[in-house]
C-alpha cells in the first residue's frame, strides 16, 4: 500500500473577512498549513483554525509568507538573506506558540505562494528558510517543491524534507510550478487533476505543460481550500486515493 500525506493551506481569513471552508476540509486531509498572519490569518483565525486541526487529529504546520496581506503573498519581494530568516523565526514562533498553549506540537513548515516559488529556485533564500527552521526546532518537517532548491537546502541542514507535488497546478518542464500569471497555471478539470495525482504517486511521473514526461517525487499532496470547488475536490481527490490502495500519513517520524 503506498502512503502520502494531504495537505491544504487553511487559516487564510482575516479580520471581518471569510476565506474557504477549514472546519469540512479538515475532515479529509492529513496536514494542514495554517497562515501566519503576514500574507493572511491574524491572531484569533490562527487560535481557531489551531483548534480546529487539533479536534480533527490533522497534523499542525505553519504557512509563513512575505509581509503583503494585499497581495495575498502572490508578489515577488527583494529581501535579504537575514531578513528572510528573521521572517521566517517570527512566523513560526507564533504559530509554535499556539500550538503550545492549546496542547499540540507543531509538526512542519510550507512557505507561501511567491515565498515558496522564489525559494525553489534562489538557493540563497532556500538556505535561509533552512537554516531558521533548524535553528528554531530541528524535528520540524519542511515542506519544498519536489526537486527544488528549498528541498536540497533543507537536507543539508539535516531536516526531514517532505516533497510537495501540486494536485490542481500545473508544471513545466524544470519541474517549476506554471506561473499564476498564465491562463494554464491551473487545472479546473477534477477528475484530470485526480488522475495526475495517482499517476504522480504510483508512477512517479506527471506531464509538463509541453507534453513531456516529468520524474516527480511524491511525499505530500497540496490541494488549495480557497477555491470555490476546494471541498468537492478535495471529497473526490480523497475517495479516489482510497480506491487506488493509497493511504494518508499519521504522522512523520523524528529521530
Known amino acids: 500500500m503506498d502512503i502520502v500525506d494531504l495537505n491544504c493551506d487553511l487559516g487564510e481569513s482575516y479580520g471581518a473577512f471569510t476565506i474557504g471552508n477549514d472546519q469540512e476540509i479538515l475532515k479529509y486531509i492529513s496536514s494542514a498549513n495554517i497562515a501566519c498572519g503576514y500574507h493572511a490569518g491574524d491572531h484569533n483565525v490562527m487560535f481557531e483554525t489551531v483548534q480546529l486541526a487539533k479536534r480533527f487529529g490533522v497534523n499542525i504546520g505553519a504557512h509563513p509568507g512575505l509581509p503583503d496581506i494585499a497581495g495575498f503573498g502572490r508578489r515577488e519581494m527583494k529581501l535579504s538573506s537575514r531578513e528572510i530568516y528573521n521572517l521566517i523565526i517570527y512566523q513560526i514562533g507564533s504559530l509554535a506558540a499556539v500550538c503550545k498553549v492549546n496542547g499540540i506540537t507543531l509538526s512542519h513548515v510550507k512557505p507561501h ?13 532556500a538556505k535561509a528558510i533552512a537554516a531558521a527552521m533548524a535553528d528554531f526546532d530541528p524535528r520540524l518537517v519542511l515542506f519544498g517543491l519536489a526537486g527544488s532548491e528549498l528541498v536540497k537546502a533543507g537536507e543539508a541542514k539535516g531536516l526531514i524534507v517532505a516533497q510537495e ?3 490542481d497546478r500545473t508544471y513545466q518542464a524544470d519541474a517549476t510550478l506554471t506561473s499564476r500569471m498564465n491562463e494554464n497555471a491551473l487545472i479546473h478539470d477534477t477528475q484530470v487533476a485526480v488522475n495526475r495525482v495517482i499517476r504522480m504517486i504510483k508512477e512517479g511521473r506527471v506531464a509538463t505543460v509541453d507534453g513531456a514526461d516529468l520524474v516527480i517525487k511524491a511525499d505530500t499532496i497540496c490541494v488549495h481550500g480557497d477555491g470555490p470547488k476546494a471541498l468537492e475536490f478535495v471529497t473526490e481527490l480523497k475517495q479516489a486515493l482510497i480506491a487506488a490502495d493509497i493511504s494518508l500519513r499519521k504522522s512523520w517520524s523524528k529521530s
Open 113 to 125: 505562494g511567491a515565498l515558496y516559488n522564489m525559494a525553489a529556485k534562489n538557493r540563497e533564500m
Open 165 to 167: 507535488v501540486f494536485a
